[in-house]
């Protein structure tokens, strides 16, 4: 049987990443219950980086991981991870609590996020509706994502370093002796001295093959489209919108706009589709706020981002269970934590702290630790 120091369930962005942070330093193996890494979750993402997006904790992980971003190793992707983009936070009159409430919030991040007036939000995105906007704020620094070639860099990282990744895998079994984890799976059995959960909405489900007690995770369905500008409306230098109390939020998407009414209807796991009546409420909401047309939807899909209850990334060991890591419960920001992240994860899995940049912005293990969610 072959025997592994870490062997990480699931192959999406938190397991690759926590694999390819792991694999210079030790035997590791991936084993990903789809056909392909990164089907669920992670081929599905918004691809936002923005340091002010999520709670204290995923502001201080996703800005710990912004020099991976801006410098990642040589060789690791062939173009830039993160491209130019900028959000800004949108609001009608009623709104302005909340765009007064988050300005408090992250208004120690960076001296550049500020309130922006109507007219200059207008003049850059020249669909909004007369009278709609009436206040907004600016985050110039937010990026998009290359997701897909972040997460191939990951894998690519994780077999240079000797790690190994198995698809259609599926884990049916896990049991402890003599020290190890014995790991039956749809491609065969292996042992491994820790098992990382990395299993995205299905973590709880992995958790309690190995013993372990829920920590509460709910899968959250989140839809998008995309539809076409009208001809000869460019907008490809448009920000990312974002309602104000994240009731949709739309964007440029190679071409096209990427829209999403920002639902979180709890869902069991699974391969989650797109339902007609979000996709209803999300064309309505629109209509309330822009006047472009949209007379056909080009492509429609739904992902699962996972809570628990406070909303913040659970990463640590199992202080019951021995030798079983969490990696879950990212939420919505996974991806732009990733690398912050998986610096954590290559740590605490060592037994070793936080590492000093992360403890800086106040990361802390026991923030993150399944501990805290008894």
Known sequence: MAEFDFLIIGAGMAGASAGYALASQ????ILEQEDQPGYH???RSAALYAETYGNATVRALTTGGKGFYLGPPPGFAAHPLLLPRGVVFVGRADQRGSLDAFLEEVSGLRSNIRRIATAEVEAQVPVFRPGYLADAVLDPDAMDIDVHG?????LRGLKAGGGQVITDAQVRGLSRQAGLWQVESKAGAFAARVVVNAAGAWADEIGALAGAA??????KRRTAIRFRPPAGLDVARWPTIIDADEQFYFRPDAGQILASPADETPMPPCDVQPEDLDIAILVDRLEQVITLPIPRIESRWAGLRSFVADKTPVVGYDDRVEGFFWLAGQGGYG???A???AALVSALARHEPVPPELAALGVTEAALSPIRLR
């Open 214 to 219: 829920p920590i509460g995770l709910v899968p």
């Open 335 to 337: 991806i732009q934590t």
């Open 41 to 43: 979750t992670t081929g």
């Open 26 to 29: 030790a035997r590791v193996l």
């Open 150 to 154: 972040l997460h191939q860099g990951y």
């Open 339 to 341: 690398p912050g992240i």
